[in-house]
């Protein structure tokens, strides 16, 4: 079955009088263990798109099918679970808890899976996804201890920490040197490689969106080829 | 590592935003503090008088004409006083319809160095026979009736006179000191009881202002099935020379006093619960923004919105509780400390007891958290209900 696919999903905003179409009328079918790269301008519709792929954006029409499931179709506590166990998703914009350490920033999905303390296998998981975005030693370091680069990085772990089917990474690399970035890019693909997760990546690194599998470009909330 | 979850997520949340932690948590401690010890003044006066009255175990009092505000502070407030009326009384008030039980007392100041050699105090004599009053406390005390020249200090004024004190001068004749009565919460605790047998001798001295067959008080039990109102209605309109008071209008003018104080008060107190709410309102607010993206943040990572409300409500609840149980404790330190400089307090054999300073401590610690959880409410079901990826970027800029 093809894990993800999106039927003629279309977003607009309503600001004031105008409305602004976000993404316009895109149908799209992902199967699992892809690595798709999305590339367009700034302002083309890429965090909207995938946020509606992760479930945190309401598409105006069209629908969104994960394994076969419509997942706005389900109701809050359920979507809650989809974020939570299928998709790791890495931000644009900063989203660590400023209050909470590095490892307990990469815990945090743990905390919304289930009903029960955390174990130390937890913790210890933790640690060892800090080790491999290069971490290791700033376990306990909070964000603000923490260069942007770090931070991104702790938030790039973070994703991996629910095991999700689908790694939604919205320009991951973008405030990485260009030697960090590449071992984040070696991570992804041993990821993608070894545990057969999916990922679908916006850059505006064209160099390295050619690297990936397939690839994808957008403008003005269109696909175009 | 210890366990992470939602609560020790909350605590990291306080412990790292100190000073608005703090903020919040003392401006609860204060209202509550106010709400404490406000209650527990206007509480134990009006409960003081109420316990005192039924004490007396008497439906109605009678005095000498003018003589009723005495009366009080003798029964209440445990002044010394002295207004006498003729004993005679004693038998027309028995023969009022209505009246079942009669006795008399007689009160004497003491001075000391001139009469007597103890401080200065009232003596009370009251008639074994007919009494209804002392004679419980007594049975307790000593299990017999007193004999000549034996006396019984209430619970307070052993106190002050000290029970190693055996024996006692009083109006020029010697008297042993038996012990003391237990505490009656009345003005009585703080007065000496002997029989009346020994008004006689007292008379004979002559170091008493008192004239034979004068009495002070007279004490009333009204038969069941009569209104102890129309009853002293009628032994009023039958002896003008006495004023009859009822046990529930015992101390009626310090209640009504107290009640302005306490309507006062109580417009005080929830302007002030409505400032602390907004006050908790305000800071949840001021911080919403970033609480926002947080929660934002978390929807998307997975959290449900019950995972939300639990972080936020742990957060007021920490708060409010640490704020509400320093206040309980502040007012209630306060409550104590000042009880005995206040006028009102000085002289009233008031006290709260543990029960009652329990009760008034979890109402004040209900309302404080109550307070709080009110005031931060709405920026917890604003935060809870918007779209994940709005509130995100909302604040990324
Ligand atoms: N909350 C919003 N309200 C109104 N318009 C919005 C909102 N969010 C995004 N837009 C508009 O939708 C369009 C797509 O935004 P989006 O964030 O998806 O772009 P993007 O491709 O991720 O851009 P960038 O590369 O700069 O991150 C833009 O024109 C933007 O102005
Ligand atoms: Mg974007």
Redesign the interface.
Known sequence: MTQLVLKNVSKTYLVGDDRIDAVNDISLGIEKGEFLSIVGHSGSGKTTLLSIIGGIAKPSSGTVLFEGDDIYSLDGDRLSKYRCEKIGFIFQFASLFQNLTSVENVMLPVVFKARRDKTAGDEKKAVELLGMVGLGDRVNAYPSQLSGGQQRRVAIARAFMNDPGLILADEPTGDLDEETEAEMMRLFAGMNEERGITFVMVTHNTELARQCKRQMRMGQGFQVP | ?K????HT?AI??L???KFRTGVLAFSIALIVSVLVFGFSFIGSVGLGIKRASDRLGSDLIVVPVGARGYAEEVLLESKVKSFYMDKGLVERVKKVEGVDEVTYQTYLATLQGLCCDIPEATVVAFNQDSDFIVMPWLTKAIGRRLQKNEAIVGHESSLNIGLGLMDAVLFGARFTLLGALEKSGTGLDNAIFISDENVEEILRKGKSPLKPDQVSIIFVRVKSGYDPYNVGRAIEGEIVEADVVARTDIGKDTINALKDINMIFSITVFMASVLSALLAWAIFSATVNERLR?A????????????IMRLFLTEVLIIGCIGSICGAVMGTALSVLLAKSFTLFKNLPVDLTVWDRLILGAAGFAAGTGICITGALAPIQRIKKM????V??GD?A
């Open positions: 590592m366990a992470f979850n939602i997520f990291k949340n412990k790292r935003r947080e934002g943040i978390m929807r998307a990572l997975g959290a449900r919105e019950s995972h779209e994940p990826l709005f995100i970027k990324a």
